[in-house]
């Protein structure tokens, strides 16, 4: 028999060995059927691929055998003249073979591994509210994720399997003990959990989660969070500069730009009077409080102030953020305002327009000799070409004449 007919025994032999194998019948048509896995995680699918010999076939279709009920799906053939179909979202045990006419193939089984699959992991960052920052929901990717210090950050990791817990490793980037947070059911969805992080410092973390049947997750994702520090204000004076002058009766303007990355709580101005103990007053208004960039305006009356020619007055800027428990104090650099006479004024003024007007005269007269180096540069090159000597005598005559000149 197995010398006549050698397909016939090869169909019907493995009933004995194998009485539960599913084998397909006698057929000229011989169908191979192989899936691209044997084992899918929970969810996921599978690509079947099958290729016939023995004959033509113009139709197979993938016959799909879950929970004992039977489903028929057409198969696409490909260019090379293989057929394929995919299988997708798998939540049981699956059989399947291919028919085409009386042929078919042997039946198997694809196994779904029912571990939990980590499928997104979702960071809520809600900073401290001082910071006036909005709160953020974003998914973990490839970016890290910046926020002020103090954020508390909701990690929620999302599964395809219904999840018990799992866990979030915080490694701290200062070389602090790492943490091991629990991740807790989440009320409104079962394949979720979530976890609350303290962004203090900037930190690493690590994401595993574990199935209600107590099966741990054979991915985890990791992540980073940048904690941005609350930085000091910063001071810019616009007037006066750092070293001035005034008369007595002078009205000293003074402006100043205070600025801080989340706002502004107060800005003072602090000065002296000849080595006094410094004074101080507010200059930022009720309506700019908590602004992030405010110019703040003032002057120094020196007449109230009684000030008297000799008199130098010191004063600086101090400017405080919003910042609750520990604000953020910044100062400027010293300022020096020297009280003159109103005759010393006069006759400073009347010192700095004489140096000016003898600077312009000497820029004009370095005007005018510049002009006439270029005029000699200019006739030197022409006795240089090829003239007649007719042209070079009068050329010799205009360049003694400019030396004479000059």
């Known amino acids: 028999l197995w010398l006549a007919a050698p397909n016939i025994v090869l169909a019907v032999l ?31 699918g599978v690509e079947i691929t099958a290729t016939t010999s023995g004959g033509a076939v113009d139709f197979l279709s993938l016959v799909v055998l879950q929970s004992a009920e039977r489903s028929e799906i057409p198969m696409f053939r490909r260019r090379d003249g293989s057929w394929r179909q995919t299988l997708a979202n798998l939540r049981e045990n699956t059989d399947f073979y291919v028919v085409g006419g009386r042929a078919r193939s042997r039946k198997q089984t694809i196994r779904i591994l029912l571990t939990p699959q980590i499928e997104r992991v979702v960071v809520k960052t809600t900073p401290p509210e001082y910071t006036r920052s909005p709160v953020e929901e974003r998914p973990l990717d490839e970016d890290d994720i910046r926020t002020p210090v103090g954020t508390i950050a ?159 007055i010191v004063f600086y800027f101090e400017a405080t953020d919003n910042k609750p428990v520990e604000p953020n104090i910044a100062t400027s650099r010293l300022h020096w305002l020297q009280i003159i006479s109103e005759q010393d004024y006069i006759d400073a003024f009347r010192s700095r327009q004489a140096q000016q007007k003898a600077l312009n005269d000497y820029a004009a007269f370095n005007s005018y000799l510049r002009r006439l180096s270029e005029r000699a540069q200019s006739l030197t090159l022409a006795q240089d070409e090829d003239q007649t000597d007719e042209k070079r005598r009068l050329s010799r005559k205009e360049l003694d004449a400019l030396r004479q000149e000059m």
């Open 14 to 44: 493995p009933r004995f060995l194998d009485p539960s194998g599913g084998h397909p019948p006698y057929s000229s048509v011989v169908i191979d059927a192989q899936p691209d896995a044997y084992e899918v995680i929970y969810g996921g």
């Open 154 to 312: 909701e990690i929620r990791v999302f599964s395809n399997r219904p999840l018990r817990d799992g866990y979030v490793n915080v490694i701290p980037f200062s070389g602090a003990d790492a943490q091991t947070l629990p991740l807790t059911a989440s009320a409104s969805d079962p394949h979720c959990v979530i976890a609350e992080v303290a962004v203090v410092e900037t930190i690493a973390f690590r994401v595993a989660v574990t199935g209600i049947d107590g099966l741990p997750s054979r991915n985890e994702r990791s992540g980073k969070l940048i904690a941005i520090p609350d930085r000091r204000p910063t001071i810019e004076t616009l007037e006066p500069g750092a070293k001035s002058v005034a008369t007595p009766k002078a009205r000293v303007p003074i402006s100043v730009i205070v600025r801080d990355d989340y706002g502004i709580a107060d800005a003072l101005i602090l000065r002296g009077i000849n080595e006094s103990t410094e004074r101080s007053r507010r200059l930022l208004p009720t309506e700019l409080i908590n602004e992030r960039v405010a110019t703040l305006h003032t002057e120094f009356n020196l007449e109230d102030l009684g000030a008297q020619p000799g008199d130098i």
